[in-house]
T-cell receptor
């Protein structure tokens, strides 16, 4: 049963450390999204890839965050240096890239990040 | 920009019907989606409306009125397992979703 996988599932780190989160989209999906979820801000879109090309990262703090897709089976989200305010659940989602806005996004289980 | 409004919390009893409303302000609107998220879990897709009217999927139905920038999710024959957060989200042509703040539904026996 096809699922989006994310690693690590949990991460505790100290302020200033680099954090790398990985996502394997569902095979055959050509869109990948990164979201951040906090109680205060809800679900926020950080980055969006289509066919491995970044289409939108306007929601991502550029000074410390970066997102890449080295290949079609791997998406990464890095934070360097991390700060306590980055503590959140980071979700990766993938989709088939259906046209006209109708796209079901399949979410991974998330990475729960705590920056001390 | 885009903004969505939905109630923060709704409580209902098992077996009842509950409606969760969502109003939105957006440019480049293509459709309204609903996602369910259980505590500690990931959002999962429930429904999508691009045209006005009601879409039914089992116990869940979703409605959209584009002229009123309004939609709702209707849950019938509520079960305890329906206790979760429900998010409406608007999509644009590029398939990007903007989510509302979520409605926490508590189903009581």
């Amino acid at each position: 049963d096809a699922r989006v996988t994310q690693t690590p599932r949990h991460k505790v780190t100290e302020m200033g450390q680099e954090v790398t989160m990985r996502c394997q989209p569902i095979l055959g999906h050509n869109t990948v999204f990164w979201y951040r979820q906090t109680m205060m801000q809800g679900l926020e879109l950080l980055a969006y890839f289509r066919n491995r090309a970044p289409l939108d990262d306007s929601g991502m703090p550029k000074d410390r965050f970066s997102a890449e897709m080295p290949d079609a089976t791997l998406a990464t989200l890095k934070i360097q240096p991390s700060e306590p305010r980055d503590s959140a659940v980071y979700f990766c989602a993938s989709g088939l890239g259906s046209s006209g806005g109708r796209e079901t996004q399949y979410f991974g289980p998330g990475t729960r990040l705590l920056v001390l | 920009g885009q903004s969505l409004e939905q109630p923060s919390e709704v409580t209902a009893v098992e077996g009842a019907i509950v409606q969760i409303n969502c109003t939105y302000q957006t440019s480049g609107f293509y459709g309204l989606s609903w996602y369910q998220q259980h505590d500690g879990g990931a959002p999962t897709f429930l429904s999508y409306n691009a045209l006005d009217g009601l879409e039914e999927t089992g116990r869940f139905s979703s409605f959209l009125s584009r002229s009123d920038s309004y939609g709702y999710l209707l849950l019938q024959e509520l079960q305890m397992k329906d206790s979760a957060s429900y998010f409406c989200a608007v999509s644009n042509a590029g398939n990007m979703l903007t989510f509302g703040g979520g409605t926490r539904l508590m189903v009581k026996p």
